[in-house]
Nanobody, 115 residues
Framework: VQLVESGGGLVQPGGSLRLSCAASGFTFSSYAMSWYRQAPGKVRELVAG????????NYADSVKGRFTISRDNAKNTVYLQMNSLKPEDTAVYYC?????????WGQGTQVTVSS
């Protein structure tokens, strides 16, 4: 299993970024996927999740209405569209899959929201 995130960077408050996670090594379309984030000195937290077919999503209260998770099962990729970014969104963002009782994580991508 391999999860590779991309799309992070430095953005001003109010700006947007789209994160991507390219997955390989498993039947992507059979598994739910999630995005987590971890800010310095804080525990890793769930940001958003999406069901295997993409029909069901869930979000942390702190990002509802601003972030959108989606997936393209033909491309084995899950996305996180982040709009109206705030300084408190600054964190390392991780792609996650739970497969056969095992947690898999990507290497993370840094998102920094600052003027």
């Amino acid at each position: 299993v391999q999860l590779v995130e991309s799309g992070g960077g430095l953005v001003q408050p109010g700006g947007s970024l789209r994160l991507s996670c390219a997955a390989s090594g498993f039947t992507f379309s059979s598994y739910a996927m999630s995005w987590y984030r971890q800010a310095p000195g804080k525990v890793r937290e769930l940001v958003a999740g999406i069901s295997s077919a993409g029909g069901s999503t869930n979000y942390a209260d702190s990002v509802k209405g601003r972030f959108t998770i989606s997936r393209d099962n033909a491309k084995n990729t899950v996305y996180l569209q982040m709009n109206s970014l705030k300084p408190e969104d600054t964190a390392v963002y991780y792609c996650h899959a739970y497969i056969r009782r095992t947690d898999y994580w990507g290497q993370g991508t840094q998102v920094t929201v600052s003027s």
